[in-house]
């Protein structure tokens, strides 16, 4: 059974940190992209932040500077730093793997609720 595990979210301050956690079992950790995404109320899910398995990153726009993706291949989890953070980066966040080729595949965790507020 492949379980997605998020963890790390909470309410901060504006201008505060926050760092997220992925915990991933079931699958080949090592094998599959992994990304963060993020659902505001009444918005769709966008993406916040990818990894490849090589260890290539890649960001949206709007959190270029401020937060940043990593994964350890050992303990199965990927990560997502956040710092500055603003009233906007309000949501709940989202653990994403997936991979094209065998064994391909495609898994979401249950989200952590990340709030910015002071």
């Known amino acids: 059974q492949v379980q997605l595990v998020e963890s790390g979210g909470g309410l901060v301050q504006p201008g505060g940190s926050l760092r997220l956690s992925c915990v991933v079992s079931?699958?080949?950790?090592?094998?599959?992209?992994m990304d963060w995404y993020r659902q505001a109320p009444g918005k769709e899910r966008e993406l916040v932040a990818g990894?490849?398995?090589?260890?290539?990153?890649n960001y949206a726009d709007f959190v270029k500077g401020r937060f940043t993706i990593s994964r350890d291949s050992a303990k199965s989890t990927v990560y997502l730093q956040m710092n500055s953070l603003k009233p906007e980066d309000t949501a709940v966040y989202y653990c994403?793997?997936?991979?094209?080729?065998?064994?391909?595949?495609?898994?979401w965790g249950q989200g952590t609720q990340v709030t910015v507020s002071s």
């Open positions: 994403h793997a997936h991979r094209k080729t065998w064994p391909s595949g495609e898994y």
């Open positions: 079931g699958i080949i950790f090592r094998l599959y992209d």
């Open positions: 990894m490849t398995n090589g260890g290539s990153s």
